[in-house]
């Protein structure tokens, strides 16, 4: 597709229970990341996918968050026995080059997120 | 840590005027910069990169960089009651995060 599209938009979920959310890049594009934003806050990067492989998983707050792209394009974002402090909004981007791209004039698009709320 | 400051704000500005909006960051490492706008409830939307010291202009945009200060600057000239939104200083070395600043609210009063 033409953008960047997220499934869930909305999710409410139990403290403890499992949730996934689904990322469907723009068509072709190379990079998908994931980015954590709070309420009031900028986004905060989670992971990142070259294709299929993941590249960097550094922003991963803890070993309750997974992330796949098995097959280089959708992907999902896993959350086990969620907690409160999970609440955020939950942001996929993609780009066409690999990385930022800086260099390249590399465009990133984000998708309009996964608001999650755990109760 | 790699810390990117933006003063939160409410900036308020009247329309027609030139909004400033400002970003500091700790990285002397970081390459790339850039300026994103996010209404609120939307996903953040490309504005401006820059990539170089000096000034970048973009329609009624201008970047300002300037390495030596870490610091990095957006002007919206004209600005429009449709500008008002909150403003994301983005900031990246050659990995692959984009480091965000919290954002500065802008309110364009007509």
């Known amino acids: 597709g033409a953008a960047v599209s997220q499934s869930p938009r909305y999710k409410v979920a139990k403290r403890g229970q499992d949730v996934a959310l689904r990322c469907d890049p723009i068509?072709?594009?190379?990079?998908l990341f994931w980015y954590q934003q709070a309420l009031g806050q900028g986004p905060e990067f989670l992971t990142y996918f070259q294709n299929e492989a993941q590249l960097d998983k550094s922003g991963l707050p803890s070993d309750r968050f997974f992330a796949e792209r098995p097959e280089g394009s959708v992907s999902t974002l896993k959350i086990q026995r969620t907690q409160q402090e999970d609440s955020a909004v939950y942001l996929c981007?993609?780009?066409?080059?690999?990385?930022?791209?800086?260099?390249?004039?590399?465009?990133?698009?984000f998708g309009e997120g996964s608001w999650l709320t755990v109760v | 840590q790699k810390e990117v400051e933006q003063n939160s704000g409410p900036l308020s500005v009247p329309e027609g005027a030139i909004a400033s909006l400002n970003c500091t960051y700790s990285d002397r490492g970081s390459q790339s910069f850039f300026w994103y706008r996010q209404y609120s409830g939307k996903s953040p939307e490309l504005i401006m990169s820059?990539?170089?010291?000096g000034d970048k202009e973009d329609g009624r945009f201008t970047a300002q960089l300037n390495k030596a200060s870490q610091y990095v600057s957006l002007l919206i000239r004209d600005s429009q009651p449709s500008d008002s939104a909150t403003y994301l200083c983005?900031?990246?070395?050659?990995?692959?995060?984009?480091?965000f600043g919290k954002g500065t609210s802008l309110l364009v009063t007509p």
């Open positions: 068509s072709g594009h190379v990079s």
């Open positions: 983005a900031v990246t070395d050659s990995g692959y995060a984009l480091n």
């Open positions: 981007a993609s780009s066409p080059s690999p990385g930022t791209g800086a260099a390249l004039g590399n465009t990133i698009y």
């Open positions: 820059i990539y170089s010291n």
